[in-house]
């Protein structure tokens, strides 16, 4: 008998500690390691039975705003501690019958209890935001963050786990787009918001592939003096064509480009390529001419683009004297501080400024008389009513004088018309870019059509030259433009 009560007991032990293990397990299957809330798997269980009860509710999606130079500036540890120190926030002010969880991330989430109206979520909500607002200690350090809130109910705004989510998802986000530290209710502003924010982030993937896939191609534009008859300049567009042949316009993506490193990134590729094409375009007749490159006015901002740069030109042979950097005014006007410094170095390695869509921005005369720039370049906006609106015309001769008199070139842009071309001329100013002196093309075409205007009349018969080149060598030099134009 004494040795049977052994085994039954040793049985019961290793029974209770079988379920005690289990238990654990099942308790580490459900929550997040490192805060001790439920985690993303078990929350979303829980919200499918919420659902299903059909009872009202309501759901915090929380965001940690500024959560990120934490972690950039002292390091994950200390990201570490904001979060777990959050979480031991957000227990305390939970009221009973409320689930916390983080579902990843700086991500966390409140399932209010069942029946809590608009006026119950607005003051869970508000209680969040203060707990988010207190100083975080981290090492000696006082750490401040903030939180985006979207809030989203069951049944108005969704009637599942995945809509629920979705919207309130949507609703954070317009909180962070206005502002941030904010509280904002799901609506169809909030998902059409959401969607755009989708497409952004889907696009920013895209163009990391297109990078990686060399999908991005140059087309240049030629920028003509009208006084010779002569192309003195290129402007490199960047293009890019999918692997379905696809080509997106450079409006769609630019813009998204900017809102992530990513532009900079796309910024090399110009240069680089621009210095793979610059040997050929000499080699084919165009020794003096100038390729502009539009920059994305934060590069100037960074210390290191002079080296850079001058680093890519010199391994590539060419000479920076043969490439312009094209910028616009904004950033660089508010932080000339930082920029200013760039923009001389640049100057002295012998790269060449532009100041693009002059005019449009924030120009501040005070300022431009400091940068090291060579030319500006008259939006084509300002081109728009000329020669027949009277401030078009006043704003055009004034950026002309203004140029001429701090010894600029100043360049208009969308020149699509004689009479553009004839009131400029007339208020001297001879170098245009338009469609007028020639669309944008790739390399091989302009090449060809170079060839085909600069050989000698007694070349230019050979079948293989099309009867409009031929004779474009032929015509007047006031007639250049226009023919220019019409051949290609």
Same mark, same amino acid.
């Given at each position: ?30 929550? $997040? /390691?490192?805060?001790? =809330?439920?985690?993303?798997? #078990?929350?979303?269980?829980? %919200? *499918? @039975? ?55 991330? $700086? /991500?966390?989430?409140? =399932?209010?209890?069942?029946? #809590?109206?608009?006026?119950? %979520? *607005? @003051? ?365």
């Amino acid at each position: 008998m004494p040795a049977l009560a052994e085994s039954i007991s040793a049985l019961v032990a290793q029974t209770a500690q079988r379920m005690v293990q289990q238990e654990r397990v099942r308790v580490l299957a459900q929550t $997040d /390691e490192m805060t001790g =809330l439920i985690n993303r798997a #078990y929350f979303h269980e829980l %919200l *499918d @039975a919420a659902c299903a009860r059909g009872r009202e509710f309501g759901l915090l999606y929380i965001d940690l705003d500024q959560f990120k130079p934490i972690n950039d500036g002292f390091g994950h540890a200390a990201g570490n501690v904001v979060l777990c120190q959050f979480a031991d926030r957000l227990r305390a002010l939970a009221p009973g019958g409320a689930t916390i969880a983080r579902l990843g991330g $700086d /991500e966390f989430s409140i =399932l209010a209890p069942a029946g #809590y109206g608009k006026a119950e %979520l *607005d @003051a869970l909500a508000r209680a969040v935001l203060e707990a988010a607002r207190g100083r975080f200690n981290y090492a000696g350090h006082e750490l401040s963050v903030s939180a985006s809130i979207g809030v989203s109910m069951f049944p108005v705004h969704g009637q599942n786990t995945a809509q629920m989510l979705h919207a309130a998802d949507a609703a954070m986000y317009v909180s962070k787009g206005n502002g941030r530290n904010l509280v904002s209710y799901f609506d169809r502003g909030s998902d059409t918001q959401h969607r755009a924010v989708a497409t952004q982030l889907l696009m920013l993937s895209e163009l990391r592939n297109a990078l990686q896939r060399e999908e991005f191609f140059l087309e240049y534009q030629p920028i003509c003096d009208t006084q010779s008859a002569q192309l003195v300049g290129l402007e490199a567009l960047i293009r890019w064509r999918k692997s379905d042949g696809r080509v997106v316009p450079p409006h769609q993506f630019i813009p998204v480009a900017e809102q992530s490193r990513l532009i900079a990134l796309i910024g090399r590729w110009v240069i680089q390529q621009v210095c793979r094409d610059l040997p050929r375009l000499h080699a084919a007749g165009m020794p003096g001419v100038k390729v502009h490159v539009n920059m994305a006015a934060p590069e100037f901002l960074d210390a290191g683009l002079p080296q850079e740069l001058a680093a890519i030109t010199s391994t590539a042979n060419v000479d920076p004297r043969h490439i312009c950097l094209e910028l616009t005014e904004g950033v660089i006007m508010q932080r000339m501080d930082k920029a200013l410094p760039v923009m001389q170095e640049l100057v002295r390695l012998g790269f060449e400024i532009s100041l693009d869509d002059f005019g449009m921005g924030y120009s501040s005369l005070s300022l431009l008389k400091s940068l090291p720039i060579s030319s500006l370049k008259i939006d084509r906006l300002f081109l728009q009513g000329v020669p027949h609106d009277r401030n078009d015309c006043a704003i055009v001769r004034s950026i002309i004088d203004l140029g001429r008199n701090m010894k600029l070139q100043v360049i208009a842009e969308g020149v699509e018309l004689d009479a553009h071309l004839g009131f400029l001329r007339q208020f001297g100013c001879t170098l245009i870019q338009g469609y007028l002196s020639g669309r944008p093309m790739e390399l091989a075409k302009l090449i060809e059509m170079h060839c085909a205007t600069t050989q000698p009349r007694t070349a230019l018969r050979p079948a293989n030259i099309s009867h409009a080149a031929a004779s474009l060598a032929l015509l007047p030099i006031p007639n250049f433009i226009s023919e220019y134009s019409s051949w290609i």
